[in-house]
């Protein structure tokens, strides 16, 4: 293996430094985190609005079967006023029946009209919560809009330099013979990152720890012989 060899070794250890780094940070990138909370918080208000949701319904058909009980009474008292004017009989007592009759169905109906006030209140009251959880939801979600855009482009941006640094990638490795890059890949995957790395001094700079000087003088004589290795981090290392 010559040094132009080994050299090519150390820029496909650049590249591959390079993308990992790009990964992590396509992987991390802060609007990510805010996306999440995002997220959550819309999920929490979704269920809020479900919940207030049902509530208002509920009142809601309260609210309309009470109409619906005032009506129907308010026509009975109708139908029986009609009667009491109709002049069908002229009996005190039948006529005095027939007004409490009246009376009593008119204050039923009173009374159904004061609990579908209060009811009805109370609905307007859960439209209103209804209404500005709706309003924050709105919110949340022209936010989480925003992030997903913003995560777009970032994504976009790092994948051309990814798309860049493969294409240099490849272009040093085809230069490394087949047996050395399976050397160095297997290295790096154990190492989580360094499979190479160049020799300076007695130190490798992949684990910064040192090797005895002896066996940094042979490395440094020893080009085209089989690859060496850092005792510490067992990186190739380049002289
Ligand atoms: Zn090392």
Known sequence: MTSQQLEALLLVQEHDTARDRLRHRRLTLPERAELESHTAKLRELEAQIREVGGRRDAVLADEKRLDDEARSIGAKADEADKQL???????????????ADVDMLRRQRSDLEDQELEVME??????????????DAATLRAEIDRLLGLIAVAEGEIDAELAEEDAAWTAQAEL????????????????????????????????????????????????????????????????
């Not at 209103?128 to 309003?135: F, P, Q, R, V, W």
């Open 176 to 239: 490394i013979p087949e047996s050395l890059l399976a050397d160095y890949q297997r290295r790096r995957a154990q190492n989580k990152g360094a499979g190479a790395a160049r020799l300076v001094g007695t130190s490798c700079t992949a684990c910064h720890l040192s090797i005895p000087s002896n066996e940094a003088e042979q490395i440094r004589k020893s080009t085209g012989d089989a690859p060496s290795y850092c005792d510490n981090c067992g990186a190739i290392l380049v002289p």
């Open 122 to 135: 109370a609905r307007e009251a859960l439209d209103k919560e209804m209404a500005a959880l709706d309003a």
């Open 85 to 99: 004017y109709s002049g069908g009989t002229n009996s005190p007592r039948e006529l005095q029946a027939m007004q």
